[in-house]
Structures are given as C-alpha cells and as structure tokens.
C-alpha cells in the first residue's frame, strides 16, 4: 500500500494526506474540506429544503396543493377502531391523513404531555383501541373543559394512525 500520491497541480510525488504540496504550495484538500462553514450552511438548506417537501407532500388529503374544508370521512368511534383492530394496514390507507367527523362517547378526558385530548369509545366493555382526539386550540380546548365523560360528541380532526390508541390531531367540538 503506497503511502505516496500525486499533487493535483504539478504532478509530483507528495505524502498522502499532505494538506499542501510542499513543490508548489496547492492546497490538497478537497472544497468541502477547505471551506467547512459553507459546507454545514449547504448540508441544512438541503435538509430544511427536503424536510420541505416531504411535509408539503403529507397535506391532508395528500396533495400539497390542496386544502380540504369539508369532511372526507364520516365515522363513529365505534367503526373507527374496529377498522383498525381488524385491520391497521387497510384501515390506515382508508383513513390515515383524512379529515374526518368521528361520534361517539367520551371514555376519557386529560392532558398528556402538553396536549389536551379527549377520549372516544370503542363500544367494549374493556377498551382495545379507542378514538384518542387531541386539540390544539385554545378555544376548542375551552369547549373541551365544558364536556364530562360519558357525553356524546362529534368530533372533527385529522386521523394520524393508531400507536396504542387511534390518534386523530387538530381536533374541533362540533
């Protein structure tokens, strides 16, 4: 294994790793290398430019130049998590990143981690998967704080998956 290569300005032998051709003074280094400041500031436009486009790509009806106003789907709670129980890959390309009106009946109301959310009603007597509808708000979560278990609601939001529950984001009291 040669520890020589060539200067990329004269051509002579130089040590491999020199940072300077010590004939004739070029720097070896590549331009990301001479210039590393630059480089970072290139790294995170294309980073920001990529985290861009890929969230413009997850609009709420999947086309980033389309806005939806009126709800694509209208569902109990009770339907919802069945869907998913049964089946989360088809109830996901059937549901996932739709705005949807969802009714049912409050299991649960809180905060976790920040957030205020109520809790809807699978329909069993033990809780599998339930409706998890998470408001951002500061007027919907006033609404929010006016409701009790066991109340029936129609809620609008955007279905976001199941994780231990049905997650559905940006939600509203209808």
């Keep these: 294994m040669s520890k020589m290569t060539n200067c990329k300005a004269c051509g002579k032998e130089i040590a491999k790793g020199a940072k300077k051709c010590v004939h004739c003074g070029k720097d070896q280094r590549s331009f990301f290398m001479k210039h590393k400041i630059l480089t ?19 609009g709420i009806s999947g086309s980033s130049n389309t806005v939806v106003t009126k709800p694509q789907v209208i569902i109990s709670s009770v339907d919802l998590a069945k869907a998913y129980t049964d ?46 509808c998470f408001f951002d708000d500061k007027a919907q979560i006033e609404k929010v704080s006016n409701l009790k278990k066991g109340d029936n609601v129609t809620v609008e939001g955007i279905i976001d998956g199941k994780s231990l529950n049905v997650a559905v984001d940006k939600c509203k009291i209808k």
Excluded: H, P, R, W
């Design 40 to 58: 970072v500031i290139f790294g995170l436009v294309i980073l920001i430019v990529i985290g861009s486009v890929i969230d413009g790509k997850k």
């Design 87 to 132: 089946n989360e890959v088809k109830a996901d390309n059937s549901y996932k990143g739709k705005l949807a009106d969802i009714s049912g009946q409050i299991e649960d109301i809180g905060e976790s981690m920040g957030s205020t959310y109520i809790t809807l009603s699978d329909g069993q007597e033990v809780s599998i998967t339930a409706i998890q």
